[in-house]
């Protein structure tokens, strides 16, 4: 059983926009505030790769060059939700989406790999197409 769901991916033409979700499951226990939480993407035939980050103290967000000025992440803390909004798509952001919460400590970019992240979503496709 998944312990963080995504939800919010779908086909949307370049230039678009999507926000994509994260919630803890109701039985894993998580308060996402209080853990490190990043979104990573895979496309097809690619490694999984960070996207964005929350450090463990919550105090920075940190993006992929790739996304930097496109992407944005936030969180509900009422909700115990983390979002992504992705903005002017491109095609080559066409990956499966997946949030992923690190136990241990994230205090930079360089400690935003999939080795770091302790428990992963499913994942949300997004397509991005003309």
């Known amino acids: 059983q998944a312990h963080l769901v995504e939800s919010g991916g779908g086909l949307v033409h370049p230039g678009g926009s999507l926000r994509l979700s994260c919630a803890a499951s109701?039985?894993?226990?998580?308060?996402?505030?209080?853990?490190?939480i990043g979104w990573f993407r895979q496309a097809p035939g690619k490694g999984r790769e960070g996207v964005a980050a929350?450090?463990?103290?919550?105090?920075?967000?940190f993006y992929a060059d790739s996304v930097k000025g496109r992407f944005i992440m936030s969180r509900d803390n009422v909700e115990n939700t983390v979002y992504l909004q992705m903005n002017n798509l491109e095609a080559e952001d066409t990956a499966k989406y997946h949030c992923?919460?690190?136990?241990?400590?994230?205090?930079?970019?360089?400690?935003?790999?999939?080795?770091?992240?302790?428990?992963w979503g499913q994942g949300t496709q997004v397509t991005v197409s003309p």
């Open positions: 992923a919460l690190a136990m241990g400590d994230i205090s930079s970019w360089a400690d935003v790999h999939t080795d770091e992240y302790d428990y």
């Open positions: 109701e039985t894993s226990g998580f308060d996402l505030k209080r853990n490190a």
């Open positions: 929350f450090s463990s103290n919550g105090r920075n967000t």
